[in-house]
Nanobody, 119 residues
Framework: QLQASGGGLVQPGGSLRLSCAAS????????MGWYRQATGKQRELVAT???????NYADSVKGRFTIFRDNARNTVYLQMNNLKPEDTAVYYC???????????????WGQGTQVTVSS
């Protein structure tokens, strides 16, 4: 339902853009977001965005990461600039999706994409 892509290996100070596309039976997509989980740590929120583009960021990424979405393409993006070694983690996308007009809003997770920041 959610397919994430765009991870990779980048040097400190570099940039990456993650993408996450929703597919399948979709009536509407509400909040979308990115979370990350570093080795040995709990999953944490990185950024979220509402359907009307209201955003929220973790303090650790404010000013460096930007979340945005293309509602026509059912896709959410995370532009990551000035990456630091502590940004190394598996990044997961999340979305609240209604499959039909009378359906309920369900949360879905993408499969995760590895981001490694290292020299």
């Amino acid at each position: 339902q959610l397919q994430a892509s765009g991870g990779g290996l980048v040097q400190p100070g570099g940039s990456l853009r993650l993408s996450c596309a929703a597919s399948g039976s979709i009536f509407s997509i509400n909040d979308m977001g990115w979370y990350r989980q570093a080795t040995g740590k709990q999953r944490e929120l990185v950024a979220t965005i509402t359907r009307s583009a209201i955003t929220n960021y973790a303090d650790s990424v404010k000013g460096r990461f930007t979340i945005f979405r293309d509602n026509a393409r059912n896709t959410v993006y995370l532009q990551m600039n000035n990456l630091k070694p502590e940004d190394t983690a598996v990044y997961y996308c999340n979305a609240g999706i209604k499959g039909s007009r009378l359906g309920v809003n369900r949360g879905y997770w993408g499969q995760g994409t590895q981001v490694t920041v290292s020299s």
